[in-house]
């Protein structure tokens, strides 16, 4: 029985011994560290913001702005421009100009008693050789001569210009008066009612000048 019971502590004892403590100030050390950290919040940090480039100015301050280019825009901003502005008065003068030719012409042609004077109006036509065509007739070839002439020197007379080209005047059948802008026509009646400008020409505006 001694010999039992002293085997028997013996192994207590062992296994006492055996057993590792447990390190108690550790976890007490640990505990509130991981406490800490979760009641640690990280502050979000804000968004950061590209830098605002620098829009050119003008001499007064303000901010220079691209519109988009139209064609009302582009319309507007010619009109605008004061170099487009002489181009317009050059274009009003250069109408009035022909507007004056064909005037003087056919009153040139009244004064030597032309024959069914008539103005083509040319300008809507595509492709139009010119502006005008003045068109008439004589009753002889004397008559077709004297009617060119009077409208060649009152336009020179008036305006100081002569004829770009000018043929026919040795038959004085058709003769052709070229200003340009404006044509003139002087033919005899038969060859008149033989080309028939006036029907090639259908698609002008015809004014017949009484």
């Given at each position: 029985?001694?010999?039992?019971?002293?085997?028997?502590?013996?192994?207590?004892t062992?296994?006492?011994?055996?057993?590792p403590?447990?390190?108690?100030?550790?976890?007490a050390?640990?505990?509130?560290?991981?406490?800490?950290?979760?009641?640690?919040v990280?502050?979000?940090?804000?968004?950061?913001k590209?830098?605002?480039?620098?829009?050119?100015?003008?001499?007064?301050?303000?901010?220079?702005v691209?519109?988009?280019?139209t064609?009302?825009?582009?319309?507007?901003?010619?009109?605008k421009?004061?170099e487009?502005?002489?181009?317009?008065?050059?274009?009003?003068?250069?109408?009035d100009?022909?507007?004056?030719?064909?005037?003087i012409?056919?009153?040139a042609?009244?004064?030597?008693?032309?024959?069914?004077?008539?103005?083509?109006?040319?300008?809507r036509i595509?492709?139009?050789?010119?502006?005008?065509?003045?068109?008439?007739?004589?009753?002889?070839?004397?008559?077709?001569n004297?009617?060119?002439?009077?409208?060649e020197?009152?336009?020179?007379?008036a305006?100081?210009e002569d004829?770009f080209?000018?043929?026919g005047f040795?038959?004085?059948?058709?003769?052709?008066?070229?200003?340009?802008?404006?044509v003139?026509h002087v033919?005899?009646?038969?060859?008149?009612?033989?080309?028939?400008?006036?029907?090639?020409?259908?698609?002008?505006?015809i004014?017949?000048?009484?």
């Amino acid at each position: 029985m001694g010999k039992t019971v002293k085997k028997e502590t013996i192994k207590a004892t062992k296994k006492t011994a055996a057993k590792p403590k447990k390190n108690t100030n550790k976890i007490a050390k640990i505990a509130p560290v991981a406490k800490e950290t979760k009641a640690k919040v990280v502050p979000k940090k804000a968004p950061v913001k590209p830098a605002k480039t620098a829009v050119p100015t003008t001499k007064e301050s303000k901010p220079v702005v691209k519109k988009a280019i139209t064609k009302k825009v582009m319309a507007k901003e010619i009109a605008k421009k004061p170099e487009n502005k002489p181009a317009a008065k050059k274009i009003a003068k250069i109408m009035d100009a022909v507007s004056m030719l064909v005037g003087i012409a056919v009153k040139a042609m009244q004064e030597k008693k032309g024959k069914d004077i008539v103005t083509l109006d040319l300008r809507r036509i595509k492709n139009s050789i010119t502006d005008f065509f003045v068109v008439c007739h004589g009753e002889s070839n004397t008559q077709v001569n004297a009617l060119a002439r009077s409208v060649e020197d009152e336009i020179y007379k008036a305006l100081g210009e002569d004829p770009f080209h000018k043929e026919g005047f040795e038959n004085s059948e058709w003769i052709l008066l070229d200003y340009f802008n404006m044509v003139v026509h002087v033919f005899n009646k038969e060859k008149r009612d033989f080309f028939g400008i006036e029907r090639l020409w259908a698609d002008a505006i015809i004014e017949e000048i009484k």
